[in-house]
């Protein structure tokens, strides 16, 4: 669940929908891309893997997927006159503190729901199914160690 706390300036504007919806892919695919960067250091250097550059080329385009959607979103935010001015995370959540045609306020993504999020956006990447009952016993097992 996002939650937004927006401190009120003189502009009369305040951030839409569509606004918090960028802010929140913002967030979102920077974690992403972060983590399948990571994933493909790791297959490399691990010596585990019979064959790691088929893996690496699998979470490779993954990355390059999130890459490019960022990019699109960060052209979004420069359009809409958007600033994430910090970025934040601890043991509840991620924050990230944006400025919008004058209007401040932060966004906040509990854990819970942003590692979901995050499987259910990471497997479409993957060209995985997105089933989102199997994610969710996923999760079960699964907890991602995130830190930008």
């Known amino acids: ?45 691990s010596g585990l893997f019979k064959t790691p550059q088929l893996y690496i080329e699998l979470v490779s ?8 959607m960022l990019q699109e979103v960060n052209r979004e935010l420069t359009s809409r006159h958007l600033k994430i001015n910090t970025v934040r995370q601890d043991q509840r959540g991620v924050e990230a503190q944006y400025n919008c045609r004058g209007y ?31 994610v969710s016993r996923e999760e079960d097992v699964v907890q991602l160690a995130l830190s930008i």
């Open 61 to 68: 385009g993954a990355a390059k997927k999130a890459s490019l």
């Open 1 to 45: 669940m996002a939650t937004t706390k927006r401190n009120n300036s003189n502009s009369t504007e305040e951030i839409t929908k569509d606004e918090l919806s960028l802010v929140r892919s913002y967030l979102l695919l920077t974690f992403i891309h972060k983590v399948f960067e990571r994933d493909c250091r790791v297959i490399s250097k």
């Open 104 to 134: 401040i306020g932060e966004l906040n993504i509990l854990w819970p729901g942003f590692r979901r999020e995050m499987m259910l956006r990471m497997r479409a990447y993957l060209g995985l199914a997105t089933d989102s009952s199997m």
